[in-house]
């Protein structure tokens, strides 16, 4: 499975922009590019995916490289509750193994009021 | 809508015993999966079901797991006999069909924590 590296942790403030980062440098064709996080003693919840193109959702939005060896995950203003550990996964769309999620150690965020 | 369900949500179980976690996925979806953490560990994917099949079980780490989903509805991880290095969190997941923007989505419940004595 290809590989992510993210930073172990970052901090914040409140209402401030956040930009995790993350590297994949041997990223397939067919390797989609998703963000899940992981509040305390909840189970992992989708932040957002891409594949080539810049997203935006209601929680967040994701910008990719040109060359898609590298995407970062912004969250526009910071609350305490996005307090959580940010995971980027690479997806892989075809084969048997398109459920499989692989996850790191993920980027610890702290948000401090 | 009701999410992804788990059931028990806290287990504690004597070393040599068996334990069967429960998984309600959200009603119409055809994936099921389930995912562990044990201590000190990352999350790791274990299997996935698309209906009643398995679809990809490369996780399961050995003979004394037995993942089960009959009808193609709720499923079932069953550890005979568990041992210590079993303790950790069991995730289930559910997701649509794979394509389009929906089915990229894998939503988890919230875990079902198992403490091997």
């Known amino acids: 499975d290809a590989k992510t590296t993210q930073p172990n942790s970052m901090e914040s403030n409140e209402e401030e922009p956040v930009h995790l980062p993350c590297n994949h440098s041997?990223?397939?064709?067919?390797?989609?590019i998703h963000w899940y996080r992981q509040l305390p003693s909840q189970g992992p919840e989708y932040v957002i995916h891409?594949?080539?193109s810049n997203v935006n959702n209601r929680m967040a939005s994701l910008a990719i490289a040109e060359d898609r060896k590298s995407s970062t995950l912004i969250l526009h203003r910071a609350t305490l509750r996005d307090a959580a550990v940010y995971y980027c996964?690479?997806?892989?769309?075809?084969?048997?193994?398109?459920?499989?999620?692989?996850f790191g150690q993920g980027t610890i965020l702290t948000v401090h009021p | 809508e009701a999410g992804v369900t788990q059931f028990p949500s806290h287990s504690v179980i004597e070393k040599g015993q068996t334990v069967t976690l429960r998984c309600d996925p959200i009603?119409?979806?055809?994936?099921l999966y389930w995912y562990r953490r044990v201590m000190g560990k990352e999350i790791k994917f274990l299997l996935h079901?698309?209906?009643?099949?398995?679809?990809?079980e490369s996780g399961m780490p050995n003979n004394r797991f037995l993942a089960e989903r009959t009808g193609g509805t709720y499923s079932t991880l069953k550890v005979q006999p568990a041992e210590l290095e079993d303790s950790g969190v069991y995730f289930c997941?559910?997701?649509?069909?794979?394509?389009?923007?929906?089915?990229?989505?894998?939503?988890f419940g919230e875990g079902s924590w198992l403490t091997v004595v």
């Open positions: 009603s119409g979806h055809d994936n």
């Open positions: 041997t990223i397939s064709g067919t390797d989609y």
């Open positions: 997941a559910s997701s649509q069909v794979w394509g389009g923007a929906s089915g990229n989505t894998i939503y």
């Open positions: 891409g594949l080539t």
């Open positions: 996964i690479l997806r892989h769309a075809g084969g048997t193994s398109y459920g499989k999620l692989t």
């Open positions: 079901f698309v209906k009643e099949s398995k679809q990809d």
